[in-house]
């Protein structure tokens, strides 16, 4: 069976970064995307309404969809529980798999940056063939990230610069938008 390994949480931005893939939006019909799949409504309207709101949201499905792994987004709690999400990988040789698990009652767009954070991870490790295990993958982000909480002494999470950024870039993608009927209410 696979081998399991916990990353990061939240963080703080720094550095900017640019995703790659085709520009994506409201065309595309989540409940049929191939790579990022989830059976949570709540989540499911989180990643219809990021793909009608922000183009890089929509580039980093795209750029998944275009890749060999695998995305399931689940409900629930992290550990430790003050993460707001996280991001588990089961990796074999068959086949690459990331579980991302969030709180999905949150507000939506909190929730919709959240999951881009966690998405933009996932980019991350599908764009790095070498990820095959646990070990791989530790050694991943001990080259692009940086320990954001420690178990016994040692690093328990990983961060990335990047992923924060990205997440920042959605949320004001998100907030420059005029709001719809639908936020305001109105006929
Ligand atoms: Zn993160």
Request: net charge positive; aromatic share 6%; hydrophobic share 40%.
């Amino acid at each position: 069976m696979a081998a399991w390994q916990r990353i990061f949480a939240a963080g703080a931005l720094a550095a900017t970064v640019a995703v790659c893939g085709r520009s994506v939006h409201a065309e595309r019909d989540v409940s049929r995307a191939t790579h990022v799949r989830s059976t949570d409504p709540r989540v499911l309207n989180a990643l219809r309404y990021g793909l009608t709101r922000s183009a890089s949201f929509g580039d980093v499905i795209a750029t998944l969809d275009s890749s060999d792994q695998t995305v399931y987004i689940e409900s629930g709690p992290c550990q430790p529980r003050e993460l707001r999400s996280c991001l588990h990988t089961v990796l074999n040789r068959e086949a690459r798999i990331v579980v991302v698990r969030i709180d999905a009652g949150q507000p939506l767009k909190s929730l919709v940056a959240q999951l881009a954070h966690e998405l933009f991870h996932a980019v991350e490790i599908a764009q790095e063939p070498s990820v095959i295990d646990a070990g791989s993958m530790r050694l991943l982000y001990e080259r692009i990230g940086y320990p954001s909480c420690f178990d016994g002494g040692k690093p328990a999470c990983w961060e990335t610069r990047a992923a924060c950024t990205f997440e920042n870039l959605v949320k004001s993608q998100l907030a420059s938008r005029h709001l719809n009927r639908e936020e305001t209410g109105r006929p």
